[in-house]
C-alpha cells in the first residue's frame, strides 16, 4: 500500500494508532438513481482505521493491528457486499456505499473494542473505494 496522510481527527488519549489494510469485494447500490453502479461491480478498497486510548493491555498493546485488519478483511475480502447480513436491499441507509461500508466497519470495529479492559475508542473510518474518490466516517460521539 503507498504512504498515505490521512484526516486528523483531535482527542485528548494518550495513544492513537492507525491500521492500513486492503479488501476486495463486490457490489451494487439497488437503486435507479445510482446509475451503472446499480450494477454489480467490485472495487479494491484500502481502509485506514484510526484507534485511541489511555491504557495498554496486558501485551502492552493498545489493540492489536492483526485482530483489526481481521475483523474487516475476513468478513469482506472477495465477496459480495450486498449479501452480508449489514447491508440491505431494502433501506438507502444500509446499500453498500462506502458511505455505509465505512459506517458498518466503525461499528464491527467498536463492536469488538468494548469487549476490551483497557476500552480503546474508534475515532475514525477512512475507506477509499477508487484511486479519486473515499469517504470518512467518524463517530458523532465517541463511544467509551
Do not use: W
Not at 492507525?18 to 457490489?27: C, L, Q, R
Not at 454489480?40 to 485511541?52: L, R
Not at 474518490?133 to 463517530?139: G, L, M
Amino acid at each position: 500500500m503507498m504512504q498515505q496522510i490521512y484526516p486528523v481527527t483531535a482527542h485528548s488519549y494518550a495513544y492513537e494508532l492507525n491500521k492500513d489494510f486492503h479488501f476486495s469485494a463486490a457490489h451494487y447500490v439497488p437503486h435507479e438513481d445510482a446509475g451503472i453502479c446499480q450494477y454489480m461491480h467490485g472495487h479494491t478498497y484500502y481502509a485506514n482505521i484510526t484507534i485511541a486510548g489511555d491504557e495498554l493491555d496486558h501485551t502492552g498493546f493498545l489493540v492489536n493491528f492483526r485482530t483489526i485488519k481481521e475483523l474487516i478483511q475476513k468478513r469482506f475480502d472477495h465477496g459480495v457486499m450486498n449479501k452480508d447480513s449489514a447491508f440491505s436491499d431494502i433501506h438507502a441507509t444500509a446499500f453498500p456505499t462506502t458511505e455505509v461500508i465505512a459506517r458498518v466497519t466503525y461499528e464491527i470495529v467498536q463492536d469488538y473494542l468494548n469487549t476490551l479492559l483497557n476500552q480503546p475508542v474508534c475515532l475514525q473510518v477512512f475507506l477509499r473505494e477508487t484511486p479519486t474518490s473515499y469517504c470518512v466516517y467518524r463517530p458523532k460521539e465517541a463511544k467509551k
